[in-house]
C-alpha cells in the first residue's frame, strides 16, 4: 500500500478536494484506494459518504480507532472502521469526526512515541489497499506529525499567494524533522491557480524558483474551475461523470494522478 498524505498549514488551499480527486482518478484506473480522514472537520467524510449539510458521521470513526488504540491498552479496531463509498467501488474510506478535535493533543499523551501512533494502526491493513490517500487538517498538530511519519509521499496543496506559501515553509521544515532531511518524496501542487495574476507571480517569483530548482513543483497547475464546486456541491464525481468531461481542473488532475500512477512506486 503506497500512504499519501496531503497536507498544508494553510488552509484554504483546496487540500480536500485534491485528496477527492487524486483519490477518484487512481479508482478510476482500477486500484484500490482506502481514504483516511484525519482532519476533525470531516469533510472528505462528509462527501464520500454523502452527507449533507448539518449531517454528522454515524457509527465508528478514526476518533474510536485512536482512543481505543491509545486508552485501551492498544486494541486496534481500524479493520471495523473501514466504509465503502458512494462514489466508487473502488474507494473505502475511515472516517472522522469532530469529535477528534476535543482530544487531538490531549490523547497522544498517553502514548510515549506521539507520532508513531498511526504506523502502528495501519500495520493490519497493509496489504489490502493499492494506495492509502490522508487528508490532514490545515495545522500542524499531532495528527499531522503523525500522517507525515507514515507517509511514502507528501503532496503540498499550495494556492500561488504570500499565506499558503508561508504554510508551506512551515510544512517542510516540519516534514524533514519528522522524515530526516534526506526525504524527498514531496511535491507543491499549485491549485486554483489564475494565470492573470501577473503581479502576485512576479513578487513570489523568487520563492517559486527556489522550490523550482530542487524539483519541488508539479509542472501542471490546477486552474480555478467553477466545475468543481458544482461537483461537490452535488456529491458528483469529477473524474467520472461525464457533465465535466471538459473540465480544465479535471484535465489537469489527470495529469497530476497519471504522474502518481507512473512515478510514485
Known amino acids: 500500500m503506497i500512504k499519501i498524505t496531503v497536507t498544508n498549514a494553510k488552509g484554504g488551499v483546496a487540500k480536500t478536494t485534491t485528496a477527492i480527486n487524486i483519490s477518484c482518478y487512481l479508482a478510476s484506473q482500477g486500484k484500490s484506494v482506502l481514504i483516511l480522514d484525519i482532519d476533525p472537520q470531516a469533510n472528505i467524510t462528509k462527501n464520500f459518504l454523502d452527507l449533507r449539510m ?8 478514526m476518533y ?14 481500524v479493520k471495523q472502521v473501514i466504509r465503502k463509498t458512494k462514489n466508487s467501488d473502488n474507494i473505502s474510506i475511515l472516517p472522522a469526526t469532530l469529535k477528534m478535535e476535543q482530544f487531538k493533543d490531549s490523547i497522544f499523551l498517553h502514548s510515549k ?23 490532514c487538517p490545515a495545522d500542524l498538530s499531532v495528527y499531522v506529525e503523525n500522517s507525515i511519519d507514515v507517509a511514502d509521499y507528501i503532496i503540498l496543496p499550495s494556492i500561488f499567494d504570500f499565506y499558503s506559501i ?16 534526506e526525504f524527498e518524496n514531496f511535491i507543491v501542487l499549485y491549485t486554483m ?23 519541488k513543483i508539479f509542472e501542471t497547475r490546477i486552474p480555478i474551475d467553477q466545475n468543481i464546486r458544482n461537483s461537490q456541491a452535488n456529491f458528483i464525481n469529477l473524474m467520472s461523470d461525464p457533465t465535466y468531461k471538459k473540465s480544465k481542473a479535471k484535465i489537469a488532475y489527470e495529469k497530476f494522478g497519471n504522474h502518481i500512477l507512473t512515478n510514485w512506486k
Do not use: C, M
Not at 54 to 61: D, V
Open 54 to 61: 448539518g449531517s454528522k458521521t454515524e457509527g465508528l470513526t
Open 64 to 77: 474510536d480507532v485512536f482512543h481505543k488504540y491509545v486508552v485501551e491498552s492498544k486494541k486496534n479496531i
Open 113 to 135: 512515541e506521539r507520532s508513531k501512533v498511526l504506523g502502528k494502526i495501519l500495520k493490519p491493513i497493509q496489504n489490502d489497499f493499492d494506495y492509502l490517500i490522508i487528508d
Open 166 to 181: 508561508d504554510g508551506l515553509s512551515l510544512a517542510i521544515p516540519l516534514i524533514w524533522d519528522i522524515k530526516g532531511e
Open 193 to 215: 491557480f489564475n494565470p492573470r495574476a501577473t503581479k502576485i507571480q512576479a513578487e513570489l517569483e523568487e520563492y517559486s524558483n527556489q522550490l523550482e530548482s530542487i524539483d
